[in-house]
């Protein structure tokens, strides 16, 4: 286990758009009657469940779109960014990009882009919700979708426990706080929760795992801005279709991920299994695009329910599915559920 690996993502991102400008230098010629540029914005640097929609960026850029990636601090300046129109399609946190909808944005989700894989990973000393009370719990930010569903564990479980609440954007970068005893648990993406443990299981455990506590949640989506989606419905017809398409190959073929891994991102080869086996089982591509009427309602439900959003959003107002229902109708399902 490299130690270092927590710093894996932000060299790598040079290389990625170092190859992305190679690819704009002789761009074939955008699809008649779409957008020749698509920005696209990410709440942090790129993880292991980036990989299969940054490999959906270069088949977009195959087609002949030039695709230009921004890769912001945390989930509130990406929902901005993607709001003002500064991007054009965001990818990320659910629950933020509907408050932003509650709050007059004008934005859709289109598609899920990864399932539920959150956890809390504590020190091994802190055995239960209630034994957080007083530690220092550190978060990505205040509207991040791990955070809302900690929040509401620990009224349901623990409501007197009072943690100190650090922010600390990205999970990479709190792992590494939690490793160099800076602080005492940390909401924690499926890699690093792999990461940490095996560089020390005897030092941490899982508090809680969310993707077996709420495995229905919508907790990330492929999120467009309403204007550019209305003037080049097709480019989010192709964009969700590219997504798609790397999800089913990875579904055919989980090992493409591994060079991925390593070769963009920096991952420590020794760790890319276990990472892509947690991943795996926990059906984090889903190769139908994920997002139904039912699992937005549910979802919305659940937000709402819970105090993170507020009460009156409908399924309607945050997601439209009529870019996924018309990839599926050319492409098929590839999945038994309807």
């Known amino acids: 286990m490299n130690r270092a690996v927590w710093q894996r993502s932000r060299p790598a991102l040079v290389l990625l758009f170092a190859s992305a400008g190679l690819a ?132 349901e479980v623990c409501p007197a426990a009072a943690p100190e609440i650090l922010i600390i954007p990205g999970s990479d970068n709190r792992a590494a706080a939690l490793l160099a005893g800076q602080i005492d648990a940390t909401t924690a993406e499926p890699a690093d929760v792999v990461q940490l443990l095996a560089e020390d299981a005897d030092r941490f455990h899982v508090l809680v795992d969310f993707a077996s506590r709420l495995p229905d949640l919508v907790t990330t989506g492929v999120h467009v801005n309403s204007e550019f989606a209305a003037a080049h419905p097709q480019a989010v017809r192709d964009l969700v279709k590219a997504v798609l398409e790397i999800h089913r190959r990875v579904a055919a073929d989980p090992d493409l991920l591994i060079t991925q891994a390593i070769n963009r991102l920096g991952y420590d080869p020794d760790d890319v299994p276990a990472i892509l086996g947690t991943h795996r089982s926990i059906g984090t591509w889903d190769v139908d695009g994920g997002l139904s009427r039912e699992a937005v309602e549910y979802s919305l439900g659940f937000y709402i329910r819970t105090g993170s959003l507020g009460p009156g959003l409908t399924g309607d107002q945050v997601a439209d599915l009529s870019y996924l229902e018309a990839v599926l109708e050319e492409l098929g399902r590839a999945s038994s559920s309807p």
């Open 24 to 155: 704009f230098c002789a761009p074939a010629e955008p699809p008649p009657g779409t957008a020749g540029e698509i920005r696209i914005g990410y709440p942090s640097v790129a993880d292991f469940q980036d990989l299969p929609s940054l490999m959906a960026l270069d088949l977009l850029m195959e087609q002949g779109y030039r695709v230009v990636p921004t890769f912001f601090a945390q989930s509130e300046l990406a929902v901005e960014a993607l709001a003002t129109g500064e991007t054009d399609v965001g990818f990320g946190n659910a629950r933020a990009h509907w408050a932003a909808i509650q709050q007059g944005a004008e934005l859709q989700t289109v598609m899920e882009q990864a399932a539920n894989g959150w956890s809390v990973v504590s020190r091994l000393e802190i055995t239960d919700c209630a034994g957080l009370d007083g530690q220092r719990l550190a978060v990505g930010s205040e509207g991040s979708v791990a955070k809302a569903m900690t929040d509401a564990w620990m009224a």
